[in-house]
């Protein structure tokens, strides 16, 4: 019999979305907390998305119900190997995750009110697979392709219980919408400013995801959205993010690819950790889990 104990966990896809907005000419993230009781970041403040699902895939069965055509899909979500049946299936993950986990919807309908029936309906514990699928279709809502963007690919490092094979869209919150938590898988949601986020985190207020962390510190250098909204006109998936995580007795530090020792056997120096500490904002290639928060610490 095979031991379970040394089979790598499976790599699953899936999507997840940045949701910027600007307000008062500041620049703001929505974060959600996940569940202390998930099995994946626990506790932790991530954007909202999930596992890409079979029903999220097919052109034949979505093309009908988006805004832009496969040729479309592929200049503006694929490149780098990802194809367009791909960019479709995670471009449809990331729009129903962020129905179901913070009530936004990116698309339209001539028939506002059906909004609310499908924010309503989301919150229902025994919603089967295909529900979003079939109430896109029963509606006849246009799902909003044209507002996803692309920002980056992460990889789940090895020895880590879960992996995911993970695109992070960008998308900017739809007018006369409001964010309101599933209250199931996520806890509780926030309107941050990148920098204000990493403070947060710091000290422990607004725990975030090793991603989210690095994400935040990339997005300090837009200051409107106008020039994010440039940025991603040409922004390519780039190469895949896959950190390596690195056990130690006062808890796991992670690799980015960009750190120098990331190719050699590493041993991490932990008595030195604290002493290490960058503060919020700073460009890191390392970051450890403090008692529970990824904080990032130089060389």
């Not at 055509?69 to 990331?94: E, H, M, R, V």
Request: hydrophobic letters at 35%; charged letters at 25%; one cysteine or more.
């Amino acid at each position: 019999m095979p031991d379970r104990k040394n089979t790598p966990p499976q790599i699953r896809e899936a999507s997840t979305v940045i949701l910027v907005r600007e307000n008062k000419k500041n620049l703001e993230v929505y974060l959600l907390k996940r569940s202390t009781k998930s099995g994946f970041m626990g506790g932790l403040y991530v954007f909202p998305g999930g596992v890409v699902e079979p029903e999220d895939k097919g052109i034949d069965t979505w093309i009908s119900h988006i805004d832009m055509g496969p040729d479309q899909i592929s200049k503006q979500l694929g490149g780098n190997g990802f194809s367009t049946a791909d960019a479709l299936g995670f471009g449809i993950a990331a729009i129903r995750e962020t129905i179901e986990e913070a009530g936004v919807l990116m698309a339209s309908n001539k028939n506002k009110h059906g909004f609310y029936d499908i924010a309503a309906l989301r919150l229902n514990k025994d919603l089967p697979n295909p529900w979003f699928r079939t109430e896109i279709g029963n509606r006849s809502w246009t799902l909003s392709f044209s507002s996803l963007g692309r920002w980056s690919h992460w990889i789940t490092p090895e020895l880590m219980k879960k992996r995911f094979n993970t695109r992070f869209f960008i998308a900017f919150m739809p007018e006369n919408q409001t964010c309101e938590p599933d209250n199931q898988e996520v806890e509780d949601g926030i309107w941050l400013s990148p920098q204000k986020a990493l403070e947060q985190n710091f000290t422990a207020q607004t725990p975030l995801s090793p991603p989210a962390v690095a994400t935040m510190t990339q997005l300090l250098e837009f200051n409107h959205i106008d020039e994010l909204k440039n940025e991603i006109k040409t922004r390519s998936w780039g190469d895949p993010i896959a950190p390596r995580l690195v056990s130690s007795s006062r808890g796991p530090v992670i690799l980015e690819p960009w750190d120098p020792m990331f190719d050699k056997n590493c041993k991490i120096d932990v008595s030195k950790l604290s002493e290490k500490l960058l503060s919020p904002g700073s460009s890191f290639s390392r970051i450890w889990c403090d008692s529970g928060v990824w904080k990032p610490i130089g060389i």
